[in-house]
């Protein structure tokens, strides 16, 4: 018998429990009162419950209406989001964004996108992906998502399209108690060989056979760049990271910027840069977050929230 019951009549069991009245429910939905009562009597029969006490002047909910109400409530919020879906996909809109960024890119940054990205889109689910060097390229490659927001490796594949969307700072520190952090003047690369330098290291394959700022014999390689945050403030090794990730430990003399031949000091630019195969364009929703991460804070979003960090730790 479940499989008898209507849309319509679920819409009228809720509209009546909220107005406390058939004859309410039936301005609301706008159909007779009749037509509400039938409804909701047809409903109670396919149910083989009793949804309403008609004992006293108005409906009343039963228990067992109580609690099948938030299941009624659950369906209808269901098919109005996938209306919207349908009504999105019809209108060119993906049904679901599907992404990855580079986990250089502020954590704040991603928080402010997801916020304006649910009201821009209520009804189109979000799949986020975090991942480093070419971890942040290889599901562009692949197909698993439709944008990218890269910028470790030096060169990306010529099948995949970029736009630059911001620029963040990136520079090499070391805990205040390290070695290379009393040392007087430019630090001579042969210098920097002798100390263990902690490495990011690529979940991908793409940058295989390539050392990207790798300039010691000795190194200690990891896959997460909190775990090298970690490993640097407890004097582990010497690396490089984004400034806006170590701001407070500099203005707190946690780590200290090391002083690097060929190195401009307060850091590297280090370019990012939104990424999507040539064959599939980017879509609504993909396009409102490319150009959501170029006009953010002017495309420098990450070197301002370390300039706030850092104020406000001094």
């Known amino acids: 018998m479940l499989e008898s019951v209507s849309f319509d009549q679920l819409r009228m069991f809720v509209a009546a429990a909220d107005e406390g009245s058939f004859s309410a429910a039936a301005r609301r939905v706008q159909r007779t009162q009749s037509a509400v009562s039938e409804a909701i009597l047809n409903l109670e029969a396919h149910l083989g419950v009793v949804l309403f006490d008609r004992a006293g002047r108005y409906p009343k909910l039963t228990t067992e209406g109580v609690i099948l109400l938030a299941d009624a409530r659950t369906v209808i919020t269901d098919v109005d989001a996938m209306k919207a879906r349908a009504k999105g996909i019809a209108g060119g809109l993906e049904a679901e964004l599907t992404a990855v960024v580079d986990v250089f890119l502020p954590i704040e940054a991603v928080a402010e996108f997801a916020q304006q990205f649910r009201l821009q889109f209520p009804a189109t689910p979000l799949r986020l992906y975090v991942e480093a060097l070419g971890g942040a390229v290889q599901p562009v490659i692949d197909g698993r998502v439709s944008v990218g927001i890269v910028g470790s490796l030096p060169?990306?594949?010529?099948?995949?399209?970029?736009?630059?969307?911001?620029?963040?700072?990136?520079?090499?520190?070391?805990?205040?108690?390290?070695?290379?952090?009393?040392?007087?003047?430019?630090?001579?690369?042969?210098?920097?060989?002798?100390?263990?330098?902690?490495?990011?290291?690529?979940?991908?394959?793409?940058?295989?056979?390539?050392?990207?700022?790798?300039?010691?014999?000795?190194?200690?390689?990891?896959?997460?760049?909190?775990?090298?945050?970690?490993?640097?403030?407890?004097?582990?090794?010497?690396?490089?990271?984004?400034?806006?990730?170590?701001?407070?430990?500099?203005?707190?003399?946690?780590?200290?910027?090391?002083?690097?031949?060929?190195?401009?000091?307060?850091?590297?630019?280090?370019?990012?840069?939104?990424?999507?195969?040539?064959?599939?364009?980017?879509?609504?929703?993909?396009?409102?977050?490319?150009?959501?991460?170029?006009?953010?804070?002017?495309?420098?979003?990450?070197?301002?929230?370390?300039?706030?960090?850092?104020?406000?730790?001094?």
Not at 196 to 220: F, H, K, N, P, Y
């Open 155 to 314: 060169q990306l594949p010529p099948d995949l399209v970029k736009e630059r969307v911001a620029s963040i700072k990136f520079m090499f520190v070391a805990a205040s108690n390290h070695p290379l952090a009393s040392y007087r003047g430019a630090i001579p690369k042969e210098e920097l060989a002798r100390h263990v330098q902690l490495v990011l290291t690529d979940r991908s394959t793409l940058s295989q056979g390539r050392e990207i700022g790798v300039m010691s014999a000795s190194t200690w390689r990891l896959a997460d760049l909190f775990a090298k945050h970690a490993f640097l403030l407890n004097g582990l090794g010497w690396g490089g990271m984004p400034y806006h990730t170590v701001a407070n430990d500099i203005a707190a003399g946690r780590l200290v910027e090391l002083a690097i031949e060929e190195a401009p000091p307060g850091g590297l630019p280090l370019p990012m840069f939104a990424a999507y195969r040539v064959a599939e364009p980017p879509g609504p929703a993909a396009r409102w977050m490319i150009e959501f991460f170029k006009n953010c804070r002017g495309g420098d979003y990450a070197n301002e929230i370390a300039q706030t960090a850092a104020s406000r730790s001094a």
